[in-house]
Structures are given as structure tokens and as C-alpha cells.
């Protein structure tokens, strides 16, 4: 075997084992082949590069393709920041004032989300897998079924899943397959607390998922507008009436029929 001269004391090493040899002034390496004596050049500097850490390409490309922990860091301050706005001014906020409360600059809103439609989405997105997860987290919390349901609507209230209707009314592509997987993992969700709920004997069994939505809904939308925000103080107040009002024995008969999932898309 032959070692190359003037190597490192690592390369030398790693040399007398593999039989790679330094070629002076020219930075390549060739291997002597055991048992044969022939010479194979083994490429220019690789030695060097896998000394620095170069010479693992897809390893070097899977980190390079990570966003950097400042870059997501700067995406979440914008969703959340749009998701204040919206509901403290509406939908249609400016979105300088969207980067203002996040941060950031306009430049680094704007990289991230090229126009409102596209950030309309991630709040949209961001809201509904925020609320599902409360759910889930009901049940697990909760082994009252009825306690469980309690602890979605107000969890619920504080996620601002009512902020979600004047958002989706705008212009953006509702039935993008994210929305709609969000949508069907939250529907499921809640179908199954009301579900459990009922089955225990402990909510009326005259209204259906949709009824409870629509109230979590109409209880919890803002109503845009300086005036206004002090309304929000009595939310969680309004909404503990309406679950008293869903408690079996039933107090009174409701008009109507019960709402169901497909009558809030049919809407």
C-alpha cells in the first residue's frame, strides 16, 4: 500500500487503510486496487469535501430544501396577525396593516403569501384544524360526553371559528382539497361529540351537529369594527345559555327540523 506524503495525520490514516493515495499538487486520489497493484483515480478533492462535509449531495439537498426556523417563524406571526385582523376589522383588512401587526415587512408577507386569496386559505386552514384539534382534545379531557361537547363550544369560541364566515365569503377557492379535508376531519369531530352526548341521555335528541355549528357560529362571529369589540366579553356567557338549552330533559319543543351537515352546504 502507498501513503501519500504530507497528508494529514487523518488522511494518512485513512489512506493506509483503503489504499487511496494523495497525488501531490493536484489534489486528486487514487485507490491502489488490494491484490492487483492497479491504480484507480478516485475523483479531485474528495478527500477535502468529505473532510468539510461535501461530498453527501442528496443529504446537503434535504437541508437545503427545509425552510429555515426564521422563515416559518415569520409565516406563523403573519397567519396569526391576519387571523386578529379578520376578526377584529373584517376580511377585506389592509394587508400592510397584516405585516405591521406580525413584524414583518411587506416584502416578507408577500413572498409568503402572494396575494389576500392565498392568505385567506391559510388562515381558513389554520382556524379549522385549530378547532378540530380542540375537540379531540375535549374527548380526551372529558369523560362526561356532555362535559366534553361544554368544553368544544367554549374552546371553539376562543379559536374564533365564527371569524371563518365572513372570511370564506370572500374570493379564494373553497373547495381546495386542504379546506375540504379540514373541513371533513371538524365535522366528523363534532358529529361525534353530539353523538356520544345523545347516546349517553344527555343531550336533546332533536337537534343534530349542524344545529350546534350554526349557534357555535352565529354566537361567535365578530362584528367588525372598533365599536364593537367590546361584545366579546359576553360570548362565552351567551354560549353557557345555549348549552343549558341543550341539556335533556328538554325545556320546549323546537320549531322546525334539526340541521344537518347537508343542510349547512346546501346554505
Known amino acids: 500500500m502507498r501513503v501519500a506524503v504530507g497528508t494529514v495525520a487523518q488522511g494518512a490514516a485513512q489512506a493506509a487503510v483503503t489504499g487511496n493515495t494523495a497525488q501531490p499538487g493536484t489534489g486528486s486520489v487514487t485507490r491502489t486496487e488490494p491484490g492487483t497493484g492497479s491504480v484507480t483515480p478516485t475523483g479531485t478533492g474528495r478527500v ?30 403573519i397567519v396569526s396577525a391576519a387571523r386578529e385582523l ?21 416584502a416578507t408577507l408577500y413572498r409568503n403569501f402572494p396575494d389576500r386569496a392565498a392568505l ?5 386552514l389554520a382556524v379549522t384544524s385549530r378547532t378540530t384539534l380542540r375537540a379531540e382534545e375535549a374527548v380526551a379531557a372529558e369523560s362526561d360526553p356532555f362535559a366534553a361537547l361544554s368544553r ?28 375540504l379535508a379540514e373541513r371533513d376531519r371538524l365535522e366528523e369531530a363534532v358529529a361525534g361529540l353530539v353523538s356520544r352526548a345523545q347516546s349517553a341521555g344527555r343531550l336533546r335528541t332533536d337537534i343534530a351537529v349542524g344545529d350546534v355549528l350554526v349557534a357555535l357560529s352565529q354566537l361567535t362571529r365578530p362584528l367588525p369594527g372598533i365599536a364593537c369589540q367590546g361584545i366579546d366579553r359576553f360570548t362565552h356567557r351567551h354560549l353557557q345559555l345555549f348549552l343549558d338549552g341543550l341539556e335533556t330533559p328538554a325545556r320546549s319543543e323546537l320549531p322546525g327540523s334539526a340541521a344537518t351537515l347537508e343542510d349547512l352546504r346546501r346554505s
Not at 477535502?48 to 434535504?62: F, M
Not at 376589522?89 to 411587506?106: E, H, I, Q, W
Open 120 to 124: 385567506t386559505h391559510e388562515v381558513v
Open 86 to 106: 379578520f376578526v377584529e376589522f373584517g376580511p377585506d383588512v389592509a394587508l400592510d396593516d397584516v405585516a405591521r401587526r406580525a413584524g414583518v415587512g411587506n
Open 48 to 77: 477535502a469535501e468529505a473532510a468539510a462535509g461535501k461530498s453527501d449531495a442528496p443529504a446537503a439537498s434535504c437541508r437545503a430544501a427545509r425552510p429555515r426556523a426564521d422563515a416559518l417563524r415569520n409565516r406563523e406571526r
Open 152 to 179: 368544544f363550544v367554549h374552546a371553539a369560541a376562543d379559536e374564533r371559528i365564527g371569524a371563518l364566515c365572513p372570511m370564506i365569503s370572500g374570493v379564494f377557492d373553497k373547495d381546495h382539497p386542504d379546506l
